[in-house]
Every structure is written in C-alpha cells, then in structure tokens.
C-alpha cells in the first residue's frame, strides 16, 4: 500500500508518496485553495490502494484532511510532535524542509498503528462550536462584570453586590451624581459596561437555546445522566468528537484523564494521579461527580462508600469520575449504535 504523508501550510502543502519498503515514489507541491483536494487525487490516481497521513489534521491541516475523508479516501492524524521525533530518527540530522516533513509524516503512518482515523465532521462538531463560542462569551462577561465592579467601586461608598446583573447595575447608575470630571468619566465607562452586560446576557440566552436545540438534535441520551444537561451534554459530546475512535471504555478514561498512572519501581506498586488527558472534558466530569456528591443520586451513595472504606475525599471524588467517564462512554456508544442505519 502506498503511504502519502502531507505537510500542510497555510498557502501551500507538500505531499510525499511512499512506497510499503521506504521508498520515495514521487512528492508534490501544491498551493492551498479550493481545487487543492481535487488535485491530490488527480496526483495520487496512479496508485491503487493508498492511505493519507495529515499532520495536524485538527490544525492547519483540516480542510485537506475533510476534503480527502469526505471524498471517500482512508486518512489518519500524524500528530506534529511524533513527525518531528521520526525526521530525526530516521534522517540522523536536524535539516528540515517540506519534503523531508512530509516523508516524516509518512514513515509515522506506516509504522504506527494507534493513529486516529479522520472521519467526516459531523453533529458533534457543532456542539463543540456552540460550547466553545459560549466559554468565550461567559469569559467575556466576567471580565466586563470585574471591570464594572471596580468602576462601582469608586462611584458608590461600598461598591456592588457580587452576583451583580444589568439591571441592578444600571438602577445604582441612575442614583450617581458624578461631581468631578473623573468621576463623570467612570460614569459614562460604566454605563457603556452595562450595554455590553446586556449584549452578553442576550448572546448566551440564544446560546444555550442553539445548544439545547443541537443536542436534541444529536437525540443524545447524556441528559439522562443525574447532573448532565444540554450545555455539559453539548461540552462532553463536542470534546470527545467521534467516540469510535476510542477502542475501549480504557482508552476513553485515558483520553478524559481519569484513568491513574503506574508509576512502580521494583517491587513497589504506586500509581499517581493523571495530569494529562482532555482537560476541558475532566473539568466536566468533576462538575458532573460535584453535582452528585452534593445531592441525592448514586453517585452520592458510590462517594460515600468510598469514604466508609477509608479513602479521602479526594481520593473518593477522583475514583467517582472514574465510574461516570466508564457511564458516559457507554452511553455514548450506545447512541452513535442507533445513529446507524438499519440493515
């Protein structure tokens, strides 16, 4: 089979065709645009059975990746850090150029058999935009509620109420007398400040009706799960993408990090805790575990039981997100089976 590693750039990419032994068959450059993927398989038609290996097929190299899976063709990921340690393994020097970037990248498909296989994007992609067009917008109205705090501040004798909203915001604006220029100043900033809370809050109702609307949509049964709703159903879904990607519940614990990591020595068995991993889908995970700890659920009885044999409440906590990423994934394969069309 004849292995085509792709460079990509933001103007150009650089494919490099090897033959099963090693050997280069031949290499293209191309520019990017629209025909670039049409041009590929022109190239490439030569060749029978054939397999395409994108670095960073989730960065630069997205839009020839989709185009190569959409038109049918097997391709996987070669992450950037593997095709950098296989350029200098296998070239024994540091030179590096297009070409030589692109065969790097093929070696590693060749060699490896543990890389992800690019799939068409589908509903989970536009979850993940929803969840993450809404952290901005929930980071942006943090920060435009401390900055008129700190305007309050030098307005009002004893500043604002934390949870502070617009209106409320706006009714302690109408009671200032600014009696300085200064003053006059944060007094306007802080009124513009309350257009821009109103402009948030207005953006992030829409949000979440976008993401409730798409996860019923994506008919996802996460929302069954005690302290799942539509907008961490929304986070889970778009940050684990295509879960048949993930062989076994094992591979998924590892890709969420809350599967713990041997670190024995001899005779000493130890694991530690996993710092690696998904970190936006372990923050879901410990909001969901918190969720069931502080109320009535199994999760609540499976943390205490822990507790009663001794574990602390981190220890507890840790091995709860353990047992919800093991449900999460069952119900997550369970609905990409009935997603399936019926033979």
Request: aromatic share 2%; proline share 4%.
């Amino acid at each position: 089979m004849i292995t085509i590693g792709i460079d990509p750039h933001k103007s150009s990419l650089t494919a490099v065709a090897l033959d099963p032994s090693g050997q280069i068959a031949d290499s293209i450059r191309l520019p990017v645009d629209g025909a670039v993927v049409g041009q590929l398989l022109a190239w490439a038609q030569r060749w029978g059975p054939r397999r395409w290996a994108v670095e960073g097929a989730a960065g630069l190299g997205r839009g020839v990746a989709q185009g190569l899976a959409v038109a049918g063709e097997c391709v996987v990921d070669v992450p950037a850090q593997l095709a950098a340690r296989a350029r200098l393994l296998d070239t024994g020097h540091a030179r590096k150029t297009d070409a030589i970037d692109a065969a790097s990248v093929a070696v590693v498909a060749q060699r490896s058999r543990r890389l992800h296989r690019v799939h068409p994007e589908d509903q989970s992609v536009v979850l993940r935009l929803l969840s993450e067009r809404r952290d901005d917008l929930a980071g942006e109205r943090v920060r435009v509620v401390n900055r008129l705090h700190a305007l309050l501040r030098d307005l009002i004798p004893g500043g604002a109420r934390r949870n502070l909203t617009a209106e409320q915001a706006s009714a302690l604006l109408d009671g200032v007398q600014a009696m300085t220029a200064p003053d006059a100043q944060r007094q306007q900033l802080a009124v513009d400040l309350v257009a821009d809370l109103r402009r948030l809050d207005a953006a992030l109702a829409a949000n979440t009706t976008d993401i409730a609307a798409a996860v019923e949509a994506q008919a996802s049964t996460l929302t069954q799960i005690h302290g799942i709703g539509p907008v961490l159903a929304a986070k889970i879904i778009g940050q684990t993408g295509v879960v048949q990607r993930f062989p076994t519940r094992y591979h998924y614990a590892s890709y969420c990090g809350t599967a713990p990591i041997e670190a024995s020595s001899g005779e000493q068995r130890r694991h530690r805790l996993s710092r690696a991993g998904n970190r936006q889908l372990n923050r879901a995970l410990h909001l969901v575990a918190v969720c069931q700890i502080r109320t009535k659920s199994p999760g609540r009885e499976f943390y205490q039981r822990k507790l009663a044999e001794s574990k602390t409440a981190a220890e507890a906590r840790r091995a709860l997100k353990r047992r919800l990423c093991d449900t999460i994934y069952r119900h997550l394969t369970r609905d990409h089976l009935a997603r399936q069309p019926q033979p």
